[in-house]
Nanobody, 124 residues
Framework: QVQLVESGGGLVQPGGSLRLSCAAS????????MAWHRQAPGKQQRELVA????????NYADSVKGRFTISRDNAKNTVYLDMNSLKPEDTAVYYC?????????????????WGQGTQVTVSS
């Protein structure tokens, strides 16, 4: 019903930059908060990296403040993560997440959707 597709991951040297994108598609009425999470190798928990509201308010994990920027294009139902000054400890699978309202006739439904993840590896 709703799909999130990430792109932009890859291998980058320490100090380098990458831009991740996540496009939502399907029976979307509106999208509220969008976010990026990551799961590092060997870790069971996903870490919340950054969030952005539909109005553009943002929050960041302390570990990425000043280096990462989250943004969104509401017309394209897309969220971005610009990552600068990358460190080896940023290596992880990055997942996007969105709180989506869908509409079926005269009924509205709220759901939390995840992308499939994109690998980011920071290594020399």
């Amino acid at each position: 019903q709703v799909q999130l597709v990430e792109s932009g991951g890859g291998l980058v040297q320490p100090g380098g930059s990458l831009r991740l994108s996540c496009a939502a598609s399907g029976s979307i009425f509106s999208i509220n908060d969008m976010a990026w999470h990551r799961q590092a190798p060997g870790k069971q928990q996903r870490e919340l990296v950054a969030t952005i509201t539909s109005g553009g308010s943002t929050n960041y994990a302390d570990s990425v403040k000043g280096r990462f920027t989250i943004s969104r294009d509401n017309a394209k139902n897309t969220v971005y993560l610009d990552m600068n000054s990358l460190k080896p400890e940023d290596t992880a699978v990055y997942y996007c997440n969105a709180a989506v309202v869908t509409r079926d006739g005269s009924s509205w439904y709220g759901g939390n959707y995840w992308g499939q993840g994109t690998q980011v590896t920071v290594s020399s």
